[in-house]
Every structure is written in C-alpha cells, then in structure tokens.
C-alpha cells in the first residue's frame, strides 16, 4: 500500500510540474502556446517544445464500447477544481490554483467551486492552433460577409475578451451492416387528350444490403452552449488529436462532459441511421437510374464498436450591437467562424421583393 501511494505522490508531482511549469527567464507560469504548439510565457515570451514520452501512444486510443461502464477513469493528470456560474449554471474544469472572476459562457463573475464529482479522463486532445489575435481577424472577415448584418454593426462590432476553452465530445467508430426493402420510382413525360404534358412515375419494388464503416462519429457532450452554433464550428479533423498530456491545457479551461458515454451512443446511432438511410437512396437512385425512392425500411446492425473522448478548441467571444450582446464562436483548429448577427429588416425586404421580381419577370418572359 504504500509503495502505491509512492507511486501515486510522485506521478502527482511530476505533473505538477508540468502544468505550474515557471519560466526559466522571468519565474512566470508558461501556459500552452496554439502558434507554436508548446509552452510560453505570457510575460516575457519564452518558449519551450513539450517533450515528447515515447513509452505513451501519440494519439487517443479507441476503446471497446462495450466495456465502457468499466472504464472510469477520473485522472486528468493534475490537480483540478470544477466552477459553477451561479448565473447561468455552466460547469467548467481549471487548474487547482486557478482563480476565475468571470464566467467564460455568459460572462458573470458569480462563480464558485462546485461539489467534485467523478468523471472519465479525457483519451485525447486536439490542440489550439489559432491564436485569439487570429481568431479576432477571422471574426471581422467573417461578419462583413453576412449580408443581412446592419452596415453600422458591421463597422462597430469589436469582440470582447476571446476564452479559450476546451469542449468535450465523444467520437464512434462502427462496422454497419443494413438490409433494406422499399420502392423505386421511374418518372416519364407523357401527353394527356387536351395535349398537355404531365409526368408520371412508375414505382417498382427494391431491396438488398449495404455496408458502410463508419469513422470518428462526432458527439457533442456538452449542454451549455447553443448548439446550432456548434455544429456551425464543425467539423473538426479529430485524427489529428495528440494523447492527452496536461500541457496542452495549461492555461485554458475545459468543460466536464454533460452527456454520458451511452446517451452519446445512442445520438450517434441516430446520426449514423440518417446518413445510411442517405446513401442508401443515393444508391438505389444511381443504380436503377431511379427518379424518387420511396417506403424505405432500414434494419442496422452495428459490430466492432469503439469510442474516444476528446477535448476539442474552441474560442468564445461576444459584441454588443444596440444594447444587445451577440455571441459566437471560433473553431480553435480550423478557425471557422459560427454565431449570431442583428438583422437589417430594410435588407431583407429589399432582397425578397428583388426575389420576387425575378421570379415574375422569369414567369413573363417563358409566356
């Protein structure tokens, strides 16, 4: 027992080490730098590479599905306290000694240490690789390109404070195999008594199996954030996730899963049948040079399950426009831009009356 407890006090501090890493230059805390990909001092700009451990796997390792009530890891490596924003709710995960005044969601400084509760480690962790300077550059471009913006907003929006934070999300990996029964349909021109020209469809019966494998099957396991806008973000390339090492979060927050591993299963088979009942039409189409499918029934069976979970970048920012705050967000890897913009109601109005005209000039001119 205590040579355990040996073991465990030194993995503790090693990394400790790691995370309150001080700057040799200045004495500083280096925190996770997204332009170099290693650590940096905040105050003098040093910086270091993070080593490499070849003993460790370079990236998250897929893990079996069916064990996963088993695998309740709740070691994050370091030392860590959940904060609960008593305005909105949201939970967030920081280093033990970091003290935040402001709720990275919703921006209130009513915040205090939450009840520590266990949850699942995180496998793997797709580093920041924009920095907030480009993400505020990303930003400008991207509302001068929504057309329905007011003018003035476009001109006067200034992001405030961007925080970098680390999303939790599942991803699935599934073998399926489907079979299916349904009906295609042929569509042909023909002329009625009166000589007019109407289409009629012809409907012969299909079935047969498909199979496709799935690859990291994205779930979102967090409930704090809008999820549209989410999905705006998307995707990201999760194969390029680095195991996690607490490096990579030294000096952002991270949010703990709100979606357990099962009920993330469960969407991601909701997902995965979408897109197979797709491709399958897609299929039926191309094949018998089909017009419309119809009365298509999918039975899926789903083998050689496996699932990580990640930590995915994600950098959240607001600006007010008339009194009003608008949020959005920028992918930390990618740098898409997703979120929400005022409304011109003279813009939209002059667009759909312009839509209109064209659609009656079009109608006129084919009389």
Not at 166 to 171: G, K
Not at 264 to 274: G, L, N, P, Q, V
Not at 335 to 359: D, F, H, Y
């Amino acid at each position: 027992m205590s040579e355990f407890n040996t073991d465990l006090d030194a993995k503790t501090v090693s990394t400790l080490e790691e995370t309150d890493k001080k700057c040799p230059c200045c004495g500083g805390v280096m925190d996770f730098d997204p332009k170099t990909g290693g650590l940096c001092c905040p105050y003098c700009g040093h910086t270091e590479t993070i080593p490499v451990d070849e003993s460790i796997p370079e990236t998250a390792q897929e893990l079996d599905l069916e064990s996963a009530d088993k695998t309740g890891n709740c070691d994050w490596g370091v030392a860590k306290k959940t904060v609960v924003c008593e305005a909105c709710g949201a939970e967030s995960i920081y280093d033990a000694l970091e003290i935040s005044a402001v709720c990275p969601f919703c921006g209130s400084n009513q915040v205090m240490e939450a009840a520590a509760q266990d949850a699942m480690a995180p496998g793997g962790v797709v580093p920041f690789q924009v920095t907030d300077k480009q993400a505020s550059e990303l930003f400008k471009k991207w509302i001068k390109k929504k057309w329905f913006c007011p003018k003035l907003a476009k001109e006067s929006a200034k992001a405030k404070h961007f925080k970098g934070i680390y999303l939790p999300y599942w991803t699935f990996d599934a073998v399926t195999k489907s079979d299916y029964t349904g009906e295609y349909g042929k569509d042909k021109t023909k002329k009625g008594s009166n000589g007019e020209e109407h289409v009629e469809t012809t409907w012969y019966p299909v079935s047969g199996t498909y199979k496709e494998s799935f690859d990291d099957e994205l779930v979102c396991a967090t409930t704090n954030h809008n999820q549209s806008m989410l999905q705006g973000v998307e995707p990201f390339r999760t194969a390029e996730n680095k195991a996690y090492k607490p490096e990579y979060v030294a000096g952002f927050a991270a949010e703990r899963y709100a979606i357990g591993i099962k009920e993330a299963w469960e969407m991601a088979k909701d997902s995965i049948r979408y897109k197979l009942k797709r491709n399958i039409e897609d299929q039926i189409e191309s094949t018998h040079n089909a017009d419309h499918v119809r009365n298509l029934r999918v039975h899926t069976l789903f083998s050689n399950l496996t699932y990580k979970y990640l930590l995915l970048p994600v950098w959240i920012s607001s600006y007010k426009y008339k009194e009003k705050v608008y949020q959005f967000m920028v992918n930390g890897q990618t740098g898409k831009v997703s979120g929400k913009t005022p409304i011109s109601i003279p813009k939209v109005i002059i667009t759909v009356a312009a839509v209109i005209l064209i659609v009656a000039l079009i109608v006129w001119m084919s009389n």
